[in-house]
């Protein structure tokens, strides 16, 4: 019964239901528009943000040998030969796929696979925990394998290797690191990622966990996987000016440096380019917040005070004053229940993708949790004013206001 007088409400009061819808449609477009150009611009700065603020390098290159000229396989052997720094690492595996010219084994520091996750269209990321049956796990892209498979690498030595592919990229997903082809030369953060959607020389991706390989190596000597591509040193903070200059000798000295810049340098540059987004949408973020305090208050009260008279039958009839505040919020429920599909449908089909300021919008599952969140408050602000109205007005006086008549 009370669901069916809702709907009547809703029926017969189009004009303030649609106005109502389209305030909050407004509200949460804007919410998820000013969330998504923040979340983005963040996305990738925020999970290497200890080393763009620290002293140190981010470095570019093709190798690194060491004076007996071993190659180095892991973080740990160069960072033996720096002071006070911490080393990140990409990999690259020497090996080729059967049936497939151009493949991409891009292997990454056990650290790198926790702190930055792509998005996946299927399976699962890397584990922290190494398997005891010394199998080499993978997550792939651009190529018809299914999660379970098992692809075969092949060493320069004709050494076959099995790897088990355990998870599937997104097409439309970034990687850390570069492909074949992919690396593009600016002093930005973001030119340690690839964006696949818009990569025309990627080829097949077979992104590996450095751990596994070494702990592999044990049973396919032959397979060789040096350390290549993206690499970030992180200089302690309190390193004197003798031990970085060391470092940034030992640098130079070992690793076969296609390009270098200083961190301070690259987060500089983060800041120079997040403030004019950031600029661009706060002010939408803080309007859309504003203009939803009003709305909630305002727009409640008037419908609020346009249905008194009903309420007051609704007493009459047996209705108590809970149940009458709890016909008004339902309403406001539906009004948010409404726009909230609309602007999902909006944002996923009108605005997801495009750019403004030079940053892509997206709706994912934190642009929703924003919403979501919006939706909720704007519920809890539109209870509390129904609530002091029909707590303090009497049937008697409703009744009075609206027939002009004291019996």
Request: charged share 15%; aromatic share 12%.
């Amino acid at each position: 019964m009370k669901t069916k007088m809702l709907f009547q409400y809703w029926i017969r009061h189009p004009l303030s239901s649609f106005f109502l819808v389209i305030q909050l449609i407004l509200i949460l477009v804007l919410t998820a528009v000013a969330s998504s150009a923040t979340f983005t611009a963040l996305k990738y700065y925020t999970p290497f943000s200890d080393y763009y603020r620290s002293q140190g390098m981010f470095l570019e290159l093709s190798g690194v040998h060491f004076d007996n000229d071993s190659i180095c396989e892991s973080s740990s052997e160069l960072e033996k030969k720096l002071k006070n720094a911490k080393v990140l690492s990409c990999y690259s595996l020497h090996a080729s796929l059967k049936g497939k010219s151009t493949v991409t084994f891009r292997s990454y520091d056990p650290d790198i696979i926790q702190r930055y996750r792509p998005e996946l269209i299927q399976g699962n990321w890397f584990s922290s925990d190494l398997s005891d049956d010394n199998v080499i796990h993978a997550v792939v892209s651009g190529i018809s394998v299914d999660v379970g498979d098992t692809i075969e690498a092949i060493t320069p030595d004709k050494e076959t290797i099995p790897i088990k592919v355990i998870g599937i990229l997104d097409e439309n997903t970034t990687i850390f690191g570069h492909t074949n082809g992919s690396r593009a030369y600016q002093s930005d953060y973001m030119q340690m990622y690839t964006d696949l959607s818009t990569e025309t020389l990627t080829g097949t991706v077979i992104l590996l966990n450095q751990a596994e390989i070494l702990q592999a190596q044990k049973i396919y000597p032959s397979m060789s996987c040096p350390m290549s591509d993206v690499v970030l040193v992180k200089y302690d903070k309190n390193i004197s000016e003798i031990d970085a200059v060391h470092n940034n000798v030992k640098l130079e000295k070992y690793c076969d440096i296609l390009s270098a810049y200083y961190m301070t340098d690259l987060n500089d540059q983060f800041l120079r380019n997040i403030r004019p987004t950031l600029y661009f949408f706060l002010p939408m973020l803080i309007a859309a917040f504003v203009l939803m305090c009003v709305s909630a208050i305002y727009s409640n009260a008037i419908v609020t005070e346009e249905q008194m008279y009903s309420y007051a039958i609704f007493r009459l009839c047996g209705m108590n004053l809970r149940q009458c505040v709890c016909l008004n919020f339902s309403h406001v429920i539906l009004d948010v229940c409404v726009a909230e599909v609309i602007s999902i449908w909006i944002m996923k089909y009108r605005i997801t993708g495009r750019s403004i300021m030079e940053t892509t919008l997206y709706y994912n599952s934190s642009e929703m949790i924003c919403c979501i969140c919006v939706g909720i408050f704007y519920m809890l602000l539109s209870f509390i004013q129904p609530y002091i109205t029909l707590h303090k007005q009497t049937i008697h006086n409703i009744l009075i206001d609206h027939t002009g008549k004291e019996n």
